[in-house]
């Protein structure tokens, strides 16, 4: 008890007090960012956070940007608890947070001022209350011609770490209330100041995407902007990480001998998943799903009848991140998908990702107990076990399983048409919910389809190996497994590698392909080290 005490003792010491990575980053930049913008009008606004692995892309990003538009650097919190303890703790954090974005160049910070905006805050938190009928509507929820009812489901979810909103809890009035004071306050500063030339984010979902999404409105260029990507958001690519549509095409612009290439390594990369390893190309993933683990005991039944697998997601990580899909969230669809396993005869199974959290556990525990013919399926069972033993069918929203299992021939039916196999055939795309029923009902038509083909290694290489992640570092993945794995990424420790990696060839390198990106106007960032 004891050792516990004297550990959180130690990690809030640590959110106040510098290490000595962190003196190293703030002197690096010192003497990189010696030129001040503070008497220039125009203005770029840069998202304050913690996370270490953006302050070293948003440094170099800030500094192209604002020499583009001889602005000065701006910083904000994306979003403000407005209680007393909240704001203490903001507070705490932040002595240090402003001390690093200082470093390169932010010499402002603006402050949010609850009370200017409470009365029209309540005001349309009463309206969205009495309007707001259903799930669909706040998901689908525009207001002044600026959607953000995504923003505010997802919101929800992470907040109370829950499944599925109620509509008619306190919690969403909370929410709503919380996310009006926040619309008010941009919506006002966009309004008002023409001066701001551009916004730079660091996530563009949850309460942090409402800036974003305002700053569009306003024809305000929008950058998301850390270590592994950068995109460019406008109105017409209001999401992040939505390159998928286009996969297609793009490959197609390939030359002949290029995209055998691209697929015979794509085809290499998807065998070594099936043989257990990770750190493969999903870098944030520590468990292999295709361990080499095999249980002596038959996991799936004896039954001739369809085999089907329900590939569970996150209850809580943004559902709707990329695009909205045809169900409000994943508790949504696995409800769905429970009432259609009572009238149906199938053979239905479940399986979590070996690294799901307590909270979805419990969930899914208890779905389970309410749906009596489904089976959950350890989620330390090997996926090879189960196509060996003869599953069908599977069932995802827009999970990455939808390339795996296709490449080893088996049907997989996406629940959203915002998913990243989707410009490819070689998957089950539904358009609508009713479409989805319709298939399941008959799913006969479905199984031994031969749906697999090269499209599968193409649709790889393109999510994985085109849009690779050497922005800064020439080789990403190279430095991130000499940093000690993924979660490393969000320590103090990526400043010590970035310091050593640094220097005048680097940054010349990194700053002539931002300035090129940010002149191009185009969607997302191509690496510069190919």
């Known amino acids: 008890m004891i050792k516990k005490v004297q550990n959180y003792i130690q990690s809030k010491i640590k959110l106040f007090f510098l290490d000595e990575n962190e003196k190293n980053f703030i002197k690096l930049n010192n003497d990189l960012f010696n030129q001040t913008y503070n008497h220039k009008e125009n203005q770029i606004l840069i998202e304050n956070n913690s996370m270490q692995t953006n302050h070293i892309a948003v440094s170099i990003f800030s500094k192209i940007l604002s020499e583009i538009h001889d602005a000065r650097l701006v910083g904000y919190q994306p979003r403000i608890k407005f209680d007393l303890l909240n704001r203490l703790k903001i507070y705490i954090i932040d002595y240090k947070v402003k001390k690093i974005y200082k470093s390169f160049g932010v010499d402002k910070f603006l402050f949010y001022h609850k009370d200017n905006y409470l009365s029209l805050a309540n005001n349309l938190t009463n309206k969205l209350v009495s309007e707001i009928k259903s799930k669909s509507d706040l998901l689908n929820l525009v207001i002044d011609n600026i959607k953000v009812g995504d923003l505010i489901y997802d919101q929800y979810l992470t907040e109370y770490k829950v499944p599925t909103v109620n509509i008619n809890s306190d919690k969403l009035r909370k929410i709503l209330l919380d996310f009006s004071i926040l619309f008010y306050y941009w919506k006002d500063l966009f309004s008002k100041k023409k001066n701001i030339k551009g916004l730079v984010i660091g996530h563009a979902c949850y309460f942090t ?96 009848k369809i085999k089907i697998l329900i590939a569970s997601h996150s209850f809580y990580d943004s559902p709707n991140g990329t695009g909205t899909n045809l169900f409000s969230d994943f508790w949504e669809w696995l409800e769905f998908l429970g009432k259609l396993s009572n009238i149906t005869d199938y053979e239905w199974y479940i399986k979590t990702h070996p690294g799901i959290g307590i909270r979805d556990t419990k969930t899914i525990d208890d779905f389970v107990s309410r749906y009596k013919k489904i089976v959950l399926i350890p989620n330390l069972v090997s996926h090879n076990q189960l196509i060996e033993e003869g599953i069908n069918i599977v069932l995802t929203v827009y999970g990455s399983i939808g390339i795996e299992y296709a490449s080893k021939n088996i049907t997989v039916i996406n629940a959203s048409l915002n998913n990243p196999h989707i410009s490819y055939d070689f998957n089950i795309h539904p358009k609508s919910r009713e479409e989805l029923n319709d298939i399941l009902r008959s799913l006969n038509n479905y199984i031994n389809l031969n749906l697999s083909s090269d499209d599968v290694y193409k649709c790889y290489y393109m999510r994985y190996l085109y849009h690779n992640q050497n922005i800064f570092f020439s080789d990403f993945k190279s430095a991130l497994n000499q940093l000690g794995g993924y979660e490393e990424l969000f320590t103090s420790k990526i400043y010590d590698k970035w310091i050593n990696y640094f220097s005048p060839i680097v940054k010349t390198k990194i700053e002539i392909n931002l300035k090129k990106f940010i002149l191009s106007g185009e969607y997302k960032i191509k690496s510069n080290w190919n």
Not at 230 to 240: A, E, G, Q, T
């Open 209 to 304: 995407g409402v800036s974003a999404r305002i700053a569009i409105h306003f024809n305000i260029p929008v950058y998301q902007v850390n270590l592994q990507n950068i995109y460019y958001l406008s109105k017409d690519n209001l999401f992040p990480s939505s390159e998928f549509h286009t996969y297609s095409k793009d490959f197609e612009k390939l030359e002949i001998n290029k995209k055998k290439k691209c697929i015979s390594e794509a085809r290499e990369r998807i065998k070594l998943i099936f043989e257990g390893q990770t750190n493969i190309d999903q870098l944030y993933i520590k468990n292999s799903a295709y361990n080499k683990n095999k249980s002596s005991k038959k996991i799936l039944a004896n039954k001739k």
